[in-house]
């Protein structure tokens, strides 16, 4: 028997939910029932995936992995470049790394701004409008004749970048439902998940033929290409029916009834916590295997790249096999516990527990960990959305604002007891992982399962 809402390959493409009059019923009953009270039951079905066949699947992956690759691309791509700012002008490292900070800051507030904007407005016209300041504050970043002008540049380009993010979430809850969705973002981890591989190998070859704000002109090309795609391949998903009224005060209403929401409240939090114990590793890493365990920068290069590879198969894993034949909540359970087990291994071997360790136990822990993640972030996203078909944009900005702000709240941590040990990194990630569980365990179960999660 096919699953519930799937239709041919040659349609609309495969497993999506909620077509015609039979759907518009089904979708409407599970919204009243399942929606925060503070709004009311959404009873227009999401509309079909633009377009038809397989190609069209296609462009709509290759759009929306864009967008969500674009900004790890552009802080990755910018690394290798941070020696040669900080001579060219003239600054300190400590004010250079606010460069960073500043697009990080950005990518996690502007989510909270276009996410609201996007339930009321649509998806395309602050998509279009982000992705245009994106271009134009890449090409300032490329230009700044100064630090402190780069930095500010550098907010106004996260701020901006922040806009694929939250409306590519927001795309495919309008477009999938349950299973159908959890497979898409599994599927984008194809993209987004290599990006953070090969940032700084481009920034590197970039920089072999120009200077750092040669990294910058290639990241504005990057931006101009999306934003022809985005105009040209992706269509409208949000309909004027679904969109909401009101200004400032009902997107505060929307974020409010959303966190009152205990099941979608948990899976954010888990989502959030994970993302920290990633961030975690990303902060954390390159000191801990080059200066304290001895290896080179390619090696380094090497074992960042074979954990991110972990990640996206395990993702694929994930969307493949798993999705449909097991519980989400149960993958995403399976997923937590194994981060867990594999940060309580980490601390064990970085602290001592078992004598004297070389690199390969910690890379090991590393990887399964970081492999983890697979089954963790493509499940967190759809449990919480499942909640939120009513308010995709804001449900998104809220994910993806607590992932970064609880992820930058956590990178400084990992080395808060000087430079000769890993243990910081480790205990980090245990208690990331611990209050994921924690919130998985206590908030996200409490009212039973998300909507149309098959079992």
């Not at 979430?169 to 984008?188: C, I, K, P």
């Not at 990006?195 to 002109?217: E, H, K, S």
């Not at 956590?410 to 611990?434: C, D, K, N, Y």
């Amino acid at each position: 028997m096919p699953e519930r809402g799937a239709v041919p390959d040659g349609e609309t493409g495969p497993d999506h939910i909620g077509t015609g009059a039979r759907g518009s019923e089904q979708r409407a009953a599970v919204t009243a029932a399942t929606a925060p009270e503070v709004f009311p039951p959404v009873v227009v079905p999401p509309p079909a995936p633009p377009g038809a066949g397989r190609r069209t699947a296609f462009l709509v992956i290759l759009v929306l992995g864009g967008l969500t690759a674009l900004p790890p691309l552009s802080m990755d791509m910018y690394l290798p470049a941070l020696p040669e700012v900080t001579g060219v002008l003239g600054a300190s490292a400590a004010t250079v790394q606010l460069t960073l900070t500043a697009c990080l800051a950005g990518m996690a507030l502007g989510q909270l701004v276009v996410g609201p904007m996007s339930d009321k407005w649509g998806r395309r016209r602050p998509l279009m409008i982000g992705m245009l300041l994106y271009v134009l504050a890449t090409v300032a970043c490329a230009i700044a004749p100064t630090v402190e002008l780069l930095i500010a540049f550098r907010l106004v380009q996260g701020l901006a970048g922040a806009a694929g993010i939250v409306i590519a979430r927001a795309v495919v809850r309008d477009l999938y439902e349950g299973v159908a969705m959890a497979r898409f973002f599994s599927t984008l981890m194809l993209i987004s998940g290599v990006a953070p591989i090969i940032g700084p190998v481009i920034g590197a070859q970039v920089l072999r033929f120009t200077d750092w704000r040669g990294v910058f002109w290639v990241l504005a090309l990057v931006g101009v290409l999306l934003t022809l795609l985005v105009r040209f391949r992706l269509p409208e998903t949000l309909e004027p029916e679904r969109r909401h009224a009101g200004g400032v005060l009902a997107a505060l209403r929307t974020m409010r009834g959303l966190l009152g929401d205990a099941p979608f409240t948990g899976y954010t939090l888990a989502g959030g916590f994970s993302f920290a114990a990633l961030f975690a590793y990303v902060s954390a890493s390159p000191f801990v295997i080059q200066e304290i365990y001895g290896a080179s920068p390619n090696t380094f290069a090497m074992l960042f790249g074979l954990n991110s590879i972990g990640l996206v198969i395990v993702g694929q894993v994930n969307g493949r096999l798993l999705v449909g034949r097991v519980s989400l909540d149960r993958v995403l359970g399976l997923g937590l516990a194994v981060i867990v087990l594999a940060a309580v291994a980490l601390l064990l071997i970085t602290s001592g527990a078992f004598g004297e360790t070389g690199l390969v136990p910690v890379a090991a822990a590393l990887f399964v960990l970081m492999s983890a993640m697979g089954l963790v972030m493509p499940n967190t996203n759809t449990l919480a959305l499942q909640r939120a078909g009513h308010a995709a944009g804001s449900a998104s900005a809220l994910l993806g604002t607590s992932s970064f702000l609880i992820g930058a709240i956590a990178s400084p941590l990992v080395g808060i007891a000087g430079e000769h040990t890993a243990v910081p990194m480790a205990l980090v990630q245990l208690v990331a992982g611990l209050a994921a569980a924690t919130a998985f365990l206590t908030l996200a179960r409490t009212r039973g399962k998300a909507p149309d999660q098959l079992v």
